[in-house]
């Protein structure tokens, strides 16, 4: 068995190497995964050839010395019980399923009918949204943001009201120990902050609200049921205000801007603008989709100060005087330097004018300023060389400028949102919004055509016709799954080329293959009767199973054929390896079953903790059957 032995190593090895093909920002966290397995089975593998048959020597050698003192014949019987499979209660139940599945086509083909078809049936409840894919599932941390964004303009006094009135909601909530309010600045930000820029957010009409939990050991619920929770209240709050609220988790993986990201290209600024709108609108009406918000700021009035220049000159006044007049008024123009002996640094001397002296942009107006000119004319208002700036400037309101976000040099506008309560894996909600965004055209928004262009993982070719690229965790999603998928595929051609040098057939690798994909009979529908999401850790679960059911498939096999050399008819030796096998299969599950139970209550990895889990416990009970029916089927004209 040891060049089996060898070849099964290699496939389980082979099956977790994809995960080290992931990019993004998914890499990182993945390829510690095929590293320490892959050095897990080599040292595995020493183990087998060097370790466990001393062992086995030194633990059998009593039971070989007594069967030494043995009458001849009680030795001819116990070497042909150690040979074939032992007459049990497992051995016969598998005679009485097997036999009439070797004896009849029929049988055959209504049993490998009914395992496609369970096949098919657990894939569809992912089709039908009873088994939901997501990138990873809600962790369990012992804190999450509050988000607030008031209107521009908002006065720094009212948005500290707005949190105050919000950390009141969560003051009664048992499982909150305490809270911080930051407004007007930033909180400390962590992981999911240094991505989103929290550390950026300055002005009167942000606030941060850091909440922080108690204990795991202290409350029944996740942190997630929590913020789910009180994100109603939350957001009633914000919509009385008219304010923007985000309840922002700590991601269990790699941090994006926001659950779902809209990129929003167009010809125009309003072209995207208007575009933007009309996706937010979309989004507002979706089920379970909240904190809706976007990267466009309010228009801010803004006021120039226009010198009538002829006037000045005749004052004697120059531009850069009046500009210096109110530089002095507004901000303050550093004078000098002071040098103070108990000081590190030197301290600016700014000039500027009191609070009560600029409250409007009318009020600078009523500043006085002196000619520059060797000899000024005499001031209308009959202070000799003093001017007043309203003699000389006038004001001109006009809408202020907003925030340019561009994306690989492209103009990009930013819709974000999250998803809760109704729907929690953003790709469900973003195909329910597909539909309405197909309802759009185009034309209305500066495109040649009606269509709009929907894209996923790619930037738009032409920026310059309307398009929206989804973003966000769904970007991250079918970026893990692609590579996880192109990987996986390279690898099961490589396990197959292994194969077809071990057993010299083109067919028999197919067959031992086979039993790959029977593994998620088990997996989905345990995902779902445990409520839990398919996610990468799943994915992950299924590929690592994947080597464990190819392992007992070559093994399986190779016994058959080793049997077959032995001069047992083939229906007789499917059947005997079948039996012979079925012990260090079950041990093999068990061995699996047991360690996965470890993580099953673990949020991140219970997906995988469920794949291998049940993933073996179907190959157990499918693939030992199966396998040997297909090789049959496969071998019987041989």
């Known amino acids: 068995m ?19 093909f992931v990019g993004g920002l998914m890499g990182p966290y993945m390829r510690p995964i095929p590293i320490g397995s892959t050095a897990a089975m080599l040292f595995s593998l020493a183990i087998a050839f060097t370790v466990t048959p001393w062992a086995a020597i030194r633990v059998l050698r009593r039971r070989s010395q007594c069967e030494e003192k043995l009458p001849e014949a009680e ?30 086509a029929r049988w055959r083909w209504a049993f490998l009918v009914s395992i496609v078809a369970a096949l098919f049936g657990a894939m569809g409840l992912v089709g039908i949204g009873a088994v939901k894919v997501k990138m990873l599932p809600f962790d369990n941390k012992s804190e999450f943001q509050i988000i607030l964004n008031t209107e521009e303009g908002t006065t720094l006094e009212r948005t500290a009201s707005i949190a105050q009135e919000m950390a009141a909601a969560l003051r009664d909530e048992p499982e909150v120990r305490d809270y911080q309010i930051y407004a007007g600045t930033a909180s400390p930000f962590n992981f999911n902050g240094l991505v989103r820029h929290y550390f950026m957010r300055r002005g009167p009409n942000v606030a941060d609200i850091q909440v922080n939990l108690v204990g795991k050991g202290e409350r029944s619920l996740q942190s997630h049921d929590i913020a789910k929770r009180i994100r109603p209240r939350v957001a009633a709050i914000a919509a009385k205000h ?9 991601p269990p993986g790699p941090p994006v801007l926001q659950t779902l990201v809209a990129e929003i290209y167009g010809p125009t600024d309003e072209a995207r603008l208007a575009l933007a709108r009309r996706v937010r609108s979309i989004m507002e009406k979706a089920a379970g989709v909240v904190d809706i918000d976007w990267y466009v700021e309010a228009q801010q009035p803004k006021v120039r100060y226009i010198v009538d220049k002829e006037k000045a000159a005749l004052h004697g006044i120059t531009e850069g005087d009046i500009a210096q007049a109110l530089q002095i008024a507004a901000p303050g123009l550093a004078a000098d330097l ?17 609070r009560s002296a600029k409250g409007s942009p009318e009020d600078l107006l009523a500043l006085r300023i002196r000619s520059s000119a060797p000899v000024a004319p005499p001031a209308p208002s009959g202070v000799a060389g003093l001017v007043p700036l309203s003699e000389l400037v006038h004001l001109e309101h006009v809408p202020g400028e907003r925030s340019l976000y561009r994306k690989n040099l ?7 949102a999250d998803v809760s309560g109704v729907v929690e894996s953003p790709a469900y909600a973003m195909f329910a919004m597909n539909r309405e965004l197909k309802k759009i055209d ?7 055509s009606p269509k709009l262009e929907i894209l996923n993982m790619s930037m738009p070719l032409d920026p310059r016709q309307p398009s929206m690229k989804w973003d966000g965790e ?6 893990v799954f692609r590579d996880l998928g192109l990987a996986f595929a390279a690898v099961l051609i490589l ?51 994947a080597g464990i059911v190819v392992r007992n498939s070559i093994i399986l096999v190779d016994f058959i054929e080793l049997r077959r050399s032995h001069g047992l008819s083939l229906r007789d030796a499917v059947v005997e390896a079948g039996a012979v096998r079925f012990r260090p299969m079950l041990l093999t599950a068990l061995a699996v079953v047991v360690g996965a139970s470890v993580i099953l209550a673990d949020p991140i990895f219970q997906g995988l903790a469920i794949s291998l889990m049940f993933g073996e416990i179907a190959s157990l009970l499918v693939s030992r059957m199966a396998v040997p029916v297909l090789y049959f089927m496969t071998n019987r004209k041989t």
Do not use: C, Q
Request: cysteine-free; charged content about 10%.
């Open 410 to 416: 492209v103009p990009v506008t930013y819709v974000t």
């Open 2 to 20: 040891g060049n089996p032995t060898v070849l099964a190593t290699w496939a389980v090895i082979a099956a977790i190497l994809p995960m080290a």
């Open 242 to 250: 008219g304010a923007a609220v985000a309840v922002a988790e700590v």
């Open 474 to 479: 769904w970007h991250i999603t079918l970026e």
């Open 338 to 354: 002071l040098h103070l002996p108990n000081e590190r640094e030197d301290i600016n001397v700014v000039i500027e004018l009191p």
């Open 75 to 104: 030795k001819s019987a116990l070497a042909f019980e150690h040979d074939h499979a032992p007459n049990d209660w497992s051995t016969r139940l598998y005679h009485r399923v097997m036999d009439p599945l070797l004896d009849h």
């Open 495 to 545: 396990i197959y080329m292994l194969m077809v040098g071990w057993f010299k057939s083109y067919i028999t690798p197919l067959v031992v293959m086979a039993a790959i994909p029977f593994s998620l009979i088990g997996i989905l529908p345990a995902h779902w009767g445990m409520g839990a999401f398919f996610t990468a850790t799943s994915m992950i679960g299924f590929m690592a199973g």
């Open 442 to 448: 185009a034309r209305e928004f500066g495109g040649v």
